[in-house]
Nanobody, 127 residues
Framework: QQQLVESGGDLVQPGGSLRLSCVTS????????FGWFRQAPGKEREGVAC????????SYADSVQGRFTISKDHHKQKVFLQLNSLKPEDTAIYYC????????????????????WGQGTQVTVSS
């Protein structure tokens, strides 16, 4: 059974940092691109960052470019999102998702193509 489990969400002050982790199981990890999405109360889900199956391609939302970094550990079959210089507007539930995709690119704005999703982890940025 395919599973994605996120962790690392927390309450953090503006300007702080967090590292989100996504542990995967039941997937042919190297055949999937991965994305991080977020949804804030009353707002639509948005793509934050994605990484291709071979790590050659990454994409970031304009709102997080230069502050967030997506990465993978192929040996441990984990996906990470490093969040730096956090702002109150980054407050949301963050979801990890897997897209069966061998291309050297990922699709940040096509959530419907992602096959598997985690349950989410809450990030709250507040003083």
């Amino acid at each position: 059974q395919q599973q994605l489990v996120e962790s690392g969400g927390d309450l953090v002050q503006p300007g702080g940092s967090l590292r989100l982790s996504c542990v995967t199981s039941g997937l042919a990890f190297n055949s999937y691109a991965f994305g991080w999405f977020r949804q804030a109360p009353g707002k639509e889900r948005e793509g934050v960052a994605c990484i291709s199956s071979n790590d050659f391609g990454t994409s970031y939302a304009d709102s997080v470019q230069g502050r967030f970094t997506i990465s993978k550990d192929h040996h441990k079959q984990k996906v990470f999102l490093q969040l730096n210089s956090l702002k109150p507007e980054d407050t949301a539930i963050y979801y990890c998702a897997a897209d069966f995709n061998h291309r050297q690119r990922c699709y940040l704005n096509e959530a419907l193509r992602y096959d598997y999703w985690g349950q989410g982890t809450q990030v709250t940025v507040s003083s």
